[in-house]
């Protein structure tokens, strides 16, 4: 039972480059989420599905897509990579439908660096 | 917009309880109070979440004011391995339950 699964772990792109993170659990979760950390600072919301064929926006979704490939995977990918996209980002997963009343789980982060 | 405030920083000693405050005055009735940590170079990991009454498990014991604009996140005995970035989240209704992160208490043992 792995929980939530990420990859990369690390990556490195040049300004302009595009990527796709990977997510997948295991926990049979609806609601799926894509954070990124910035340094001394708490998460940000860069896009949720709700359930599987749904995306929404977050707070910082510019830049960002993502795709909701089956009930297990959420992937975000950068189509033209920017220096300001340098951060730390997590995938997490809630369950019965990303109520108020649930935990999140998160994923151990993939740390991008654009340069 | 967080929605809630807390001490940047915190230092407690070892296997002493630890109290880590949170303000969150514009809370709503349906609004649920959640704490995370999280350990250097990891990701987020869930403590507790309450509505109303108090709440206790195996991590730790949450504390919430009878007027719900403020909670209190209990650690009974903390060890070297609590030191964490410690975060209090709302979790909102009118944001379809979203989890609004502020900037969290970096929690400091002392052994």
Redesign the interface.
């Given at each position: 039972n792995a929980g939530v699964t990420q990859t990369p772990k690390f990556q490195v792109l040049k300004t302009g480059q595009s990527m796709t993170l990977q997510c997948a659990q295991d926990m049979n979760h609806n609601s799926m989420y894509w954070y990124r950390q910035d340094p001394g600072m708490g998460l940000r919301l860069i896009y949720y599905s709700a359930s599987e064929g749904t995306t929404d926006k977050g707070e910082v979704p510019n830049g960002y897509n993502v795709s909701r490939l089956n009930k297990r995977e959420f992937s975000l990918r950068l189509e033209s990579a920017a220096p300001s996209q340098t951060s730390v980002y997590f995938c997490a997963t809630r369950g019965s439908g990303g109520t108020a009343n649930t935990e999140a789980f998160f994923g151990q982060g993939t740390r991008l660096t654009v340069v | 917009d967080?929605k809630t405030t807390q001490p940047n920083s915190m230092e407690s000693n070892e296997e002493e309880p630890v109290h880590l405050p949170c303000n969150h005055s514009t809370i709503s009735g349906?609004?649920?109070i959640?704490w995370?940590r999280q350990l250097p170079?990891?990701?987020?990991?869930?403590v507790i979440?309450g509505?109303t009454s108090n709440v206790n498990n195996r991590m730790a014991s949450l504390a919430i004011a009878e007027d719900r604009k403020s909670s209190t996140l209990i650690l009974h005995r903390a060890t070297l391995r609590d030191a964490a970035v410690y975060?209090c989240i709302l979790?909102?209704?009118d944001s379809?339950?979203?989890?609004?992160?502020?900037?969290?208490t970096k929690l400091i043992i002392k052994p």
């Amino acid at each position: 039972n792995a929980g939530v699964t990420q990859t990369p772990k690390f990556q490195v792109l040049k300004t302009g480059q595009s990527m796709t993170l990977q997510c997948a659990q295991d926990m049979n979760h609806n609601s799926m989420y894509w954070y990124r950390q910035d340094p001394g600072m708490g998460l940000r919301l860069i896009y949720y599905s709700a359930s599987e064929g749904t995306t929404d926006k977050g707070e910082v979704p510019n830049g960002y897509n993502v795709s909701r490939l089956n009930k297990r995977e959420f992937s975000l990918r950068l189509e033209s990579a920017a220096p300001s996209q340098t951060s730390v980002y997590f995938c997490a997963t809630r369950g019965s439908g990303g109520t108020a009343n649930t935990e999140a789980f998160f994923g151990q982060g993939t740390r991008l660096t654009v340069v | 917009d967080a929605k809630t405030t807390q001490p940047n920083s915190m230092e407690s000693n070892e296997e002493e309880p630890v109290h880590l405050p949170c303000n969150h005055s514009t809370i709503s009735g349906t609004d649920y109070i959640h704490w995370y940590r999280q350990l250097p170079s990891q990701g987020p990991e869930y403590v507790i979440h309450g509505l109303t009454s108090n709440v206790n498990n195996r991590m730790a014991s949450l504390a919430i004011a009878e007027d719900r604009k403020s909670s209190t996140l209990i650690l009974h005995r903390a060890t070297l391995r609590d030191a964490a970035v410690y975060y209090c989240i709302l979790s909102l209704w009118d944001s379809n339950y979203q989890l609004i992160w502020g900037a969290g208490t970096k929690l400091i043992i002392k052994p």
